[in-house]
């Protein structure tokens, strides 16, 4: 069975999710809920933090695409920190860095919602 988990924090006006675990069909629907109830709420300057995740399959590339419009029509932002490379390699395999900020650590994502 897949372990995955997602924990949420707060840090200068911006919700942090560390991801931990492999997010692949059978996970994807948590990492969906909670960005449904980010938006619901107005927390949209959202840092995703990748640095405990093993392994993306494309479910979980398609939450993300999912919600990105979503948050950014509200004036909000996801960015993307501390991908491996192997979860780098997928994203970039199918033009994620075009569409995201992908960024090396979350202080940096949060310098870039405080500068704009």
Known sequence: MNTFSINQRSKLGCTILDLQGELDAHTASELEAVLQDLIARENLRIVVNFDQLDYIASAGLGVFMAYIEDVR??????K???MNKKVYNVFDLLGFPALYDILDDESEA??????S
């Not at 029509?73 to 996801?78: A, L, V, Y």
């Not at 949060?110 to 500068?115: A, G, H, L, P, T």
């Open 110 to 115: 949060i310098d870039k919602f405080s500068n």
């Open 80 to 82: 993307l920190t501390n």
């Open 73 to 78: 029509s509200e004036g909000g932002d996801i």
